[in-house]
């Protein structure tokens, strides 16, 4: 049974503190998404990478927030220092994209819930 | 600038009853896609329907059926003799030519009860 993979499910943590949020796609999907979710703003798009390289972050804080790819089976996102206003649920989805940049839909992890005191 | 708007905020049916949940949305696109996502209360996203603004046929899934009307810029979905287990918050969201969801709408919470 193919599915994304977020690691961890809970993170409580102190401001200040770094947080690396996991993410293991579906095993040959070639694009990962990181939303995120909050009462107030709703579900956000932060980042995707097509084929490991970022297409676009724009929805993503540059100045405390970093996305990866180490490799195919692994992406992160780094939130360093962390702020109270970062708490959110923050969502993985993986795809797959073809030669003409069009994705299948999008499977969800089911979200790294972070709570930042 | 993309919008999706979902303006019920909560439902409440009894199980059995037709419930459906409205979306409208605005875009400028030509090519778009349109999504409806299910969040239960465990809390994932369950991917229910994408289709793409060149598609307007209807569609049935069981008891699950979407209504998109370019006309009127609408992406409706109807939940037939509801369930208990139909009970989540539900996320109508608006894609570019890429074919993923960038915009979402706030979501409808739907409480089915027996």
């Known amino acids: 049974d193919a599915r994304v993979t977020q690691t961890p499910r809970h993170k409580v943590t102190e401001m200040g503190q770094e947080v690396t949020m996991r993410c293991q796609p579906i095993?040959?999907?070639?694009?990962v998404f990181w939303y995120r979710q909050t009462m107030m703003q709703g579900l956000e798009l932060l980042a995707y990478?097509?084929?490991?390289?970022?297409?676009?972050d724009s929805g993503m804080p540059k100045d405390r927030f970093s996305a990866e790819m180490p490799d195919a089976t692994l992406a992160t996102l780094k939130i360093q220092p962390s702020e109270p206003r970062d708490s959110a649920v923050y969502f993985c989805?993986?795809?797959?994209?073809?030669?003409?940049?069009?994705?299948?839909?999008?499977?969800f992890g089911q979200g790294t819930r972070l709570t930042v005191v | 600038a993309q919008k999706v708007t979902q303006a019920q905020t909560e439902i409440s049916v009894v199980e059995k009853e037709d419930v459906t949940l409205d979306c409208v949305y605005e875009?400028?696109?030509?090519?778009?896609?349109l999504f409806w996502y299910k969040q239960p209360p465990s809390g994932e996203l369950v991917f229910l329907i994408r289709?793409?603004?060149?598609?307007?046929q209807n569609e049935i899934s069981g008891r699950y059926s979407w209504n998109f009307q370019k006309s009127t810029s609408s992406f409706n979905f109807t939940i037939t003799a509801s369930q208990v287990v139909d009970s989540a918050v539900y996320f109508c969201?608006?894609?570019?030519?890429?074919?993923?969801?960038?915009?979402f709408g706030k979501g409808t919470s739907l409480l089915v009860t027996p």
């Open positions: 095993l040959g999907h070639n694009t």
């Open positions: 289709r793409n603004s060149f598609d307007e």
């Open positions: 969201a608006l894609g570019r030519n890429s074919g993923y969801a960038l915009n």
């Open positions: 989805a993986s795809g797959l994209a073809n030669d003409r940049d069009e994705y299948t839909e999008a499977f």
């Open positions: 990478f097509r084929n490991r390289a970022p297409l676009d």
């Open positions: 875009t400028r696109d030509t090519t778009y896609y």
